[in-house]
């Protein structure tokens, strides 16, 4: 049974570096065809697509988050992580990490997800 | 970016009775190759993640009970429940994944009357 478990500061500081983490279990975050996302909801808001990582080592971003993203895989953890420069209050949400489907991809299996706030 | 937009933005339906939301893509999201539309239906229950219920926008994921279906082509989309349960009460989101960056609808709220 896969199950994905984002981890992470709750709290980060305008203009500093968001970084979360996705632990794999019941999967391998580094088979020979892996794909994993992330995906991010402001609180009382809709969803938005921020990136995937495949296994060919190409990673996709929205080209909104672009310039500030990064998704990296690390293999000897069984985990994939985020990084989001230069926040600000826009990008408090909650963010899920999620298994994709497809290429472009739909997300058949989410994480529970978890609030990062951005103040001071 | 292909633009997804939901109606209504909230539906009270009694138990029992048929509830419709509809989707809207800005562009076909219709693969001619494959005849197929690149457009997947999700349930977000509150505090949880959302559910993958439908995709081809009319296949039923796995284990999603067949009061769920998913209808139309191209453009535009609908999301039925033909017997609403208690359980069904969530908001609701179709997503486009035919074109990078893959978008979502803002939502429809589904409340009990």
């Known amino acids: 049974q896969l199950q994905l478990q984002e981890s992470g500061p709750g709290l980060v500081k305008p203009s500093e570096t968001l970084s979360l983490t996705c632990t794999v279990s019941?999967?391998?975050?580094?088979?020979?065809?892996?794909?994993w996302g992330w995906i991010r909801q402001p609180p009382g808001k809709g969803l938005e697509w921020i990136g995937n990582?495949?296994?060919?080592?190409?990673?996709y971003y929205n080209a909104s988050l672009k310039s500030r993203v990064t998704i990296s895989v690390d293999t000897s953890k069984s985990q994939f992580s985020l990084n989001l420069s230069s926040v600000t209050a826009a990008d408090t949400a909650v963010y899920y990490c999620a298994r994709p489907r497809g290429k472009p991809s739909l997300f058949d299996f989410w994480g529970q997800g978890i609030l990062v706030t951005v103040s001071s | 970016d292909i633009v997804m937009t939901q109606s209504p933005d909230s539906l009270a339906v009694s138990l029992g009775e048929r509830a419709t939301i509809n989707c809207k893509s800005s562009q076909s999201v219709l693969y001619s190759s494959n005849n197929k539309s690149y457009l997947a239906w999700y349930q977000q229950k509150p505090g949880q993640p959302p559910k993958l219920l439908i995709y081809w926008a009319s296949t039923r994921e796995s284990g999603v009970p067949d009061r769920f279906s998913g209808s139309g082509s191209g453009t535009d989309f609908t999301l039925t429940i033909s017997s609403l349960h208690t359980e069904d009460v969530a908001v609701y989101y179709c997503q486009q994944y035919y074109s990078t960056p893959v978008t979502f609808g803002q939502g429809t709220r589904l409340e009990i009357k």
């Open positions: 019941g999967d391998s975050v580094s088979s020979s065809s892996y794909s």
């Open positions: 990582i495949y296994s060919s080592g190409s990673t």
